[in-house]
Nanobody, 121 residues
């Protein structure tokens, strides 16, 4: 059973920082792309940032120059450093990974359960 477990969410004041982490556990052969997505109340889930297995990154325009995505392939972890947070960053943040398993031989998307980030004074 493959699981993605996020941590690091919470309440922060505008201008503050938070660091989200995601750990992939279970029988994994390899992990392809990984990313962070978020969903605010009443809105659709949206891309925040993605990173390939080779380290190439992509960011939503709204978070460029404020957020940094990173991964450590050796221990199957994904992080998101969030600086200069704004109230509009308030959302549930989800970790995503495209994972190849050997038994059974599958390639599919997996999601974490989400972690709440609230930016408010």
């Amino acid at each position: 059973q493959v699981q993605l477990v996020e941590s690091g969410g919470g309440l922060v004041q505008p201008g503050g920082s938070l660091r989200l982490s995601c750990v992939v556990s279970g029988r994994v052969f390899s992990i392809n792309g990984m990313g962070w997505y978020r969903q605010a109340p009443g809105k659709q889930r949206e891309l925040v940032a993605t990173i390939t297995s080779g380290g190439s990154t992509n960011y939503a325009d709204s978070v460029k120059d404020r957020f940094t995505i990173s991964r450590v392939n050796a221990n199957n972890t994904l992080s998101l450093q969030m600086n200069s947070l704004k109230p509009e960053d308030t959302a549930v943040y989800y970790c995503h990974a495209n994972i190849r398993r050997r038994y059974p031989p599958t390639v599919r998307d997996y999601w974490g359960q989400g972690t709440q980030v609230t930016v408010s004074s």
